[in-house]
């Protein structure tokens, strides 16, 4: 079953506007990851936020992560084309080890 | 240049084959992962490895086999036994001790489709 869930699964923008993508998740976790991929690659790793902290910054991208309703907010700011692709949140359970169990993505697309 | 490198970038299989996908690494990280991606769907995870010579399967390991002989070397081998084969396969690799901080590093991943 899927630790992590995004919404929505697809978003479409304009170049300059914000895009806000959430992930739920069911168990507790040790920290929660975002990753991006860009159509046919590999993922990136964007930003980690652990289950202590609650924001977390790293230029435009803005995360949040509320344990109590299970859910992070991936907020980046004023979109640029070259922001397109897919975002996926990541998480650990307590007792996973260092696996990573992914949500199924967000597609965002930012217009020119 | 420290990476992972993936290959070969496109695989095709017959039906009844075998086919093992390479997965490389030079960052020195203990751990690494296979995962399954299909079209517009998120990772599921195959196989991982946190040490040498040992390995743990994921959700999804029945059709595939690995081997974990060189901490560089993480081998994929899906099996005539994987009814579905066809999908877009990422290795990745952490730090075992400080993947929490670093998170995992992605190949560019190898799509196999079946003929």
């Known amino acids: 079953s899927q630790q992590g869930e995004e919404d929505p699964q697809a978003l479409s923008i304009q170049e300059g506007e914000n895009a806000t993508m959430n992930c739920s998740y069911k168990?507790?976790?040790?920290?929660l990851q975002w990753y991006r991929q860009n159509s046919g690659r590999g993922l990136v790793h964007l930003i980690l936020i652990r289950s202590n902290e609650r924001e977390k910054h790293s230029g435009r991208l803005r995360v949040t992560l509320d344990t109590s309703k299970k859910s992070s907010s991936l907020l980046i700011t004023a979109s640029r084309a070259a922001d397109t692709a897919s975002y996926f949140c990541?998480?650990?359970?307590?007792?996973?080890?260092?696996?990573?169990?992914f949500g199924e993505g967000t597609q965002l697309t930012v217009n020119p | 240049d420290g990476g992972i490198t993936q290959s070969p970038k496109y695989l095709f299989r017959k039906e009844g084959q075998n086919v093992t996908l390479s997965c490389e690494q030079n960052?020195?990280?203990?751990?690494m992962y296979w995962y399954r991606q299909d079209p517009g769907q998120g990772l599921r995870l195959i196989y991982y490895s946190q040490i040498v010579n040992d390995f743990q399967k994921g959700d999804i390991a029945e059709g595939y086999s690995v081997s974990r002989e060189k901490k560089e070397s993480f081998p994929l081998t899906v099996t005539s036994a994987q009814k579905n084969p066809t999908a877009f396969y990422l290795c990745?690799?952490?730090?075992?001790?400080?993947?929490?901080?670093?998170?995992?590093?992605f190949g560019s991943g190898t799509r196999l489709t079946v003929v």
């Open positions: 168990t507790s976790i040790n920290n």
């Open positions: 990541a998480t650990d359970s307590n007792s996973g080890g260092s696996r990573l169990t």
């Open positions: 960052l020195n990280h203990d751990a």
């Open positions: 990745a690799s952490s730090i075992f001790s400080d993947w929490a901080i670093y998170g995992y590093t």
